[in-house]
């Protein structure tokens, strides 16, 4: 009788493969489920990222409304695919389909919704009005500054005051 390990064949061929199915099934689930601490971490650094990527996103449409001199109006500023960025007179995104450039700030949560879908584009993280799993979601405040949370930590946030076009990523501290 041969041992299964060191023969050769069909069978030998369909063994090494399930137990390395097997390996790689729990090599996964250690990294996905195994270990919360390194989710939490992964989790953490992509919600820096994304608010670094909107910073920066921020300064580059203030750039671009700040470069086009052809157009004297702020409104629909910057186009893509048929949809404007609409600015306030300091030059900072306030949404796209506003009427009026006299806003400094975004009127409604669909305007701060707005400007997170165009200026992140295709890379963004999905972003909705109301907390659902494993999606962004957006508040405007009394101030109308869009707030901007991550479902899975509700202490982390962004903030874009467009008046002052300051974003803003926050720790809340949670005293018990």
């Not at 689930?29 to 990222?49: C, H, I, M, V």
């Not at 109301?130 to 901007?148: A, F, G, H, K």
């Amino acid at each position: 009788m041969t041992n299964p390990l060191v023969s050769t064949g069909i069978k030998t061929a369909y063994w090494y493969i399930v137990l390395l199915g097997i390996f790689i099934a729990s090599v996964f689930y250690w990294f996905s489920f195994g270990n919360p601490s390194r989710k939490d971490e992964l989790y953490t650094q992509a919600f820096y990222l994304n608010s670094k990527a909107f910073e920066n996103a921020i300064y580059f449409a203030r750039v671009k409304f700040m470069s086009d001199h052809t157009q004297i109006s702020s409104l629909d500023r910057w186009t893509i695919n048929g949809i404007g960025l609409d600015y306030n007179n300091a030059g900072y995104p306030t949404g796209t389909d506003v009427d009026d450039s006299y806003y400094d700030r975004p009127q409604t949560v669909e305007n701060c919704q707005q400007i997170w879908r165009f200026i992140l584009g295709p890379l963004q993280p999905k972003l909705l009005l109301q907390p659902t799993e494993n999606n962004y979601w957006v508040e405007l405040n009394d101030n109308n500054i869009c707030i901007y949370r991550p479902f899975h930590y509700k202490n982390l946030e962004i903030r874009y005051d467009s008046a002052l076009g300051k974003v803003e990523t926050i720790k809340i501290s949670q005293n018990k």
